[in-house]
């Protein structure tokens, strides 16, 4: 953070490693701006990105070749490189403003969630005291931290002083059970597809042995593979939470308590604490009446603050 000037706006090529951690950390407390990218995003989505946004800094791998033009190398972070621009915009940006993500999850999208402090933190708190995140406890990082959902679990993790295991192998190698076994680890979030690799894979009780829950969000697991999840984790006194969120409430909106997982298979559960949900009819009264069709309403401290499709939105409320 010594490197960085404050009220600045950072790209971050993240990976799942110590620097995008410690990065996000030192944009937090030089009350700068950040957006989170993916370390493998093309040059031309790059670029489209830099001309759009006019970041201050780009933080990247030693070993990415991309050619960052009117960047200068100010610094090194161990296997990061700080770039700094050599013509810098003025930029106005919203005092309240910390975190720019990807609607789609997709990398070099121009358009991006404004995330408040206040949004990161409530969100994050929320979560925290639902899944009843503790100091001991030990997680495993099996999505990409410029998702909202793999940003989300580190966030939680980091808020409660617990450990994080930074992994960047999937579950078809032997070297991520082994970082699973010996570091005990008790929680991992997934999405369907993580699931369905599991069940492929066969689950085997000797890899879970550490484990207390693991929750499922980015969309709808098929029930067949979802049940024979749930019987497992059943039988291992293991909780399979189901979570259902979106980029624009930051991370996560709703939950549904492994004990239920089996009897209300489908449902995406209750809100979050802090968080409301309203069912509403086309002339925007509350449906409160089963097995009616409506649009479902999310209120909370974790709204974003809107879009940002270049570096002037950066200034709105």
Known sequence: SKNINENSLIFLLSDNDYESVI????AFFSHSVIMLLNANIHQKSLDKLISLYKPDYILLNKNKKLKVEKFNNKSSFNNYFILETSKATKKNLNPKLFLLQSTSGSTGSPKNVRISYENLI???NSIIKDLNIVENDVTITTLPMNYVYGLSIINTHLMSGSKIILNKHSF???KFWREFLFNKVNNFGGVPFTYEILNKMGLKKENFENLRYSTV???HLNDQTKKKIIEFYEKNNISFISMYGAA???ARMSILPGKFSKEKINSIGFPISGGEFKLLDEKNKIIDEPFVDGELIYNGKNVCMGYARNFN?????
């Open 217 to 219: 969000a980015g969309g």
């Open 172 to 174: 078809f190698e032997k």
């Open 23 to 26: 990065s996000i950390i030192s």
């Open 313 to 317: 939105d950066l200034s709105k409320e």
């Open 122 to 124: 409530s969100n994050t």
């Open 248 to 250: 624009e409430a930051t």
